[in-house]
């Protein structure tokens, strides 16, 4: 070995032994059959690679296929080399602790252990393919290359459950933790510092530390990429929280089993690129984002997320530079949280399904969104419960074609403001609750099916469990328009219908609101459908009556209102009724006539001869015309005299019939022709 390491050569105590390739697993019963002939004491190596005694070549010392006995006891100690060692046993703890080495590489390896706090490599660490039984650690190591346990086997861990710990270590390199990677406990890299990149892949942890973790990574900062994907397996936790990566995070294809339920807890991250959990990532327990700062996309594609404890995606207060997918399968069975997220894509959960609420009975819960493109909520998408939109703002549309929603409570969007279209079109009728006060939209895109298929009241709830107050729109589209008639069964159905055998009970949970009606009369009107907007308000003031709260005065008036001139919309039937009561006056007033002694003079004609009659004209008193009589009685605004000369006799047959009439006809006549000029000039009306 000394001569070696003086030349720099590699000393192989193989024996001529048939080559161990790299890719093979460790042989540690082979190993340890392995004689005096390659033995190596530990004493002895550390006393080549820290003391001068004996010259050693830049190279270092170069061993394969040797067994190390004892301790390898270099803490504190500068190697004044590198130290290679290849298909080695050792067989116990190497101790690195607060070590300075150039180079240090065991790969292919058998060892019971690596204690390196604080160690320090100035070029690289490479514990390839070697195997450990106890644990490896690197607390506050500082390693100025790239760190490699790809293939690394750690069967061992310390008191904390942890088979890597390396809690505040420092790499200006790549950290590869992959690749047939497996770790029997905890990987902890909390609080490392890696410059480059951190590699997962096709890693396996099968076991956890004390707090539920098998990557216990929280406030870890990776210049590069991370990745936790093709293969990459967990069973606990993945912590990520208050994490910094400059690249991506990448977990496609993921499988985490975690602890306690949550699987992924990356809260207050920041992510320089795009998070992947989607081709097939399976999480046991919920996922975690809330407060992260992901400047590129969020695809969680394909997902599935089962068992979490509380929602399965928390994704509160969220910023995405990008698109966030939320499609292709992906299923939770718990609700998802994106209240306050801010999204500068689109939010595409086209397909998704949500299969379990929280304690309120929501599954998609997205309070105060901002989306900077469009939500499809479409395709597919399925919910156990409510999608809440309250206070959601939406720069493009909203799409729920073919969606499913169910629940008591189905659809909140109270106050969201939508710049686009909102498409509804869900696949099935709705019977849970849709709230869309006080939202805005562009258009409203609803579909009420073609004349062979149409769709009932196009899937919009019924029976008071539709909300429309303050609901705002410029216009409708899509492929079936509503006709007037279906807008109006539309707004009614706010309302409860009234009770049986009680007319008038209000007819909804809350107050009458009028903004629905005006708001759908105003759409019509800039369309120039004045007769659909002029039905419109007609129906808004009738139906009042049926459903809102109104005294039996109120109720009266309103439909003495409605059966004239319906509301002032159409003052012309006041006129029309006018003209038949005049008619029915004329009609008796030509039947008194020819009734002696039932109309008779109003004025004295005692002196008078012969004495006039209703039949008989005389020269000196007005006769009596039937037509004059009748305009005289039934319409107000127009005087021939008549009533003055001539009135009932009560005293006659049928006169105190006649009397009560001309009564009625005045009267009605006032009522008429108030209700005409009112209508004619919008004083009934007041729009």
Not at 254 to 279: K, M, P, Q, W, Y
Not at 359 to 381: K, P, S
Request: charged letters at 20%; a negative charge.
């Amino acid at each position: 070995m000394l001569e070696f390491a003086e030349t720099g050569e590699g000393l192989d105590l193989s024996l001529g032994t048939v080559p161990v390739h790299d890719y093979a697993p460790v042989d540690r019963e082979a190993m340890q059959s392995w004689g005096p002939d390659r033995t190596i004491r530990a004493e002895l190596l550390r006393h080549l690679l820290v003391t001068s005694q004996w010259p050693v070549h830049a190279k270092g010392v170069r061993l394969q296929g040797a067994r190390i006995t004892g301790t390898l006891d270099l803490e504190s100690a500068t190697l004044r080399c590198p130290l290679v060692l290849h298909d080695c046993y050792l067989e116990q703890q190497v101790v690195l602790v607060g070590a300075t080495v150039s180079l240090l590489e065991l790969s292919h390896c058998w060892l019971d252990g690596l204690a390196g706090a604080q160690l320090v490599v100035t070029k690289r660490l490479d514990l390839s393919r070697s195997e450990f039984t106890g644990a490896v650690e690197l607390p506050d190591a500082n390693i100025a290359g790239h760190l490699t346990c790809r293939g690394t086997q750690i069967t061992g861990n310390d008191m904390h459950g942890a088979a890597l710990a390396a809690d505040r270590v420092t790499v200006d390199g790549t950290v590869f933790l992959d690749y047939g990677f497996r770790a029997a406990g905890a990987v902890q890299l909390s609080g490392a510092r890696i410059t480059s990149q951190l590699s997962f892949s096709d890693a396996q942890i099968t076991g956890s530390d004390v707090q539920g973790n098998a990557l216990a990574a929280a406030e870890i900062t990776v210049g590069g990429t991370m990745l936790l994907d093709a293969g990459f397996t967990a069973a606990g936790t993945v912590l990520l929280t208050g994490a910094r990566i400059a690249g991506q995070l990448s977990c496609s294809g993921a499988e985490i089993s975690g602890n306690h339920g949550n699987a992924l807890l990356a809260a207050e991250s920041r992510i320089g690129g795009t998070v992947f959990l989607d081709e097939g990532f399976t999480a046991d327990g919920a996922v975690r984002l809330s407060g992260a700062r992901i400047k590129g996309q969020l695809s969680c594609s394909g997902a599935t997320i089962t068992r979490p404890r509380g929602s399965a995606l928390a994704a509160v207060g969220v910023t995405v530079g990008g698109i966030v997918f939320l499609d292709r399968g992906f299923s939770a069975d718990g609700d998802v949280q994106l209240t306050g997220t801010h999204i500068i894509g689109q939010l595409k959960c086209s397909g998704a399904q949500i299969t379990a609420t929280d304690d309120e009975g929501n599954a998609l819960v997205a309070d105060r969104l901002i989306v900077e493109g469009d939500v499809f909520l479409d395709d597919g998408f399925a919910t156990a419960g409510a999608v809440r939109l309250t206070g959601a703002q939406i720069d493009g549309g909203l799409s729920l074609h073919d969606a499913t929603l169910a629940g008591p409570v189905a659809f909140v969007a109270e106050g969201a403001r939508i710049s686009q279209q909102f498409v509804w079109a869900p696949a099935t009728a709705v019977t849970g609750l849709v709230n869309l006060e006080r939202t805005q939209v562009h258009r409203l895109d609803d579909d009420w099916g073609d004349h062979d298929r149409p769709k009932d009241g196009a899937y919009w709830p019924s029976e008071g469990r539709l909300r429309l107050a303050g609901f705002v729109y410029d216009g409708f589209g899509g492929d079936h328009s509503a006709t007037c008639q279906q807008r109006l069964d539309w707004i009614r159905s706010q309302h409860r219908k009234p009770v049986p055998g009680r007319v008038g009970t209000p007819g909804q949970p809350g107050s009458f609101d009028t903004q629905p009606y005006e708001q759908l009369a105003r759409v019509y009107r800039q369309a120039g459908q004045d007769t659909e907007a002029r039905r419109i308000a007609i129906a808004q003031r009738s139906d009042l009556r049926t459903y809102g709260s109104l005294g039996w005065w109120r109720r009266a008036e309103n439909w003495l209102l409605d059966v004239t001139i319906k509301h002032g919309y159409q003052p012309l039937r006041a006129v029309g009724m006018l003209l038949a009561l005049y008619a029915i006056a004329l009609g008796l007033s030509w039947g008194a006539q020819q009734q002696a002694g039932l109309i008779v003079s109003a004025k004295d004609t005692g002196l008078l001869r012969p004495a006039p009659t209703s039949r008989v004209c005389t020269k000196d008193y007005p006769c009596f015309y039937p037509v004059g009589y009748a305009i005289d009685v039934t319409i107000p605004i127009i005087k021939t005299g008549q009533a003055e000369y001539w009135r009932p006799n009560g005293a006659a047959p049928w006169g105190r019939a006649l009397v009560a009439g001309t009564w009625v006809f005045t009267g009605l006549g006032w009522a008429f022709t108030t209700l005409a000029v009112g209508g004619y000039t919008g004083l009934i009306r007041q729009d």
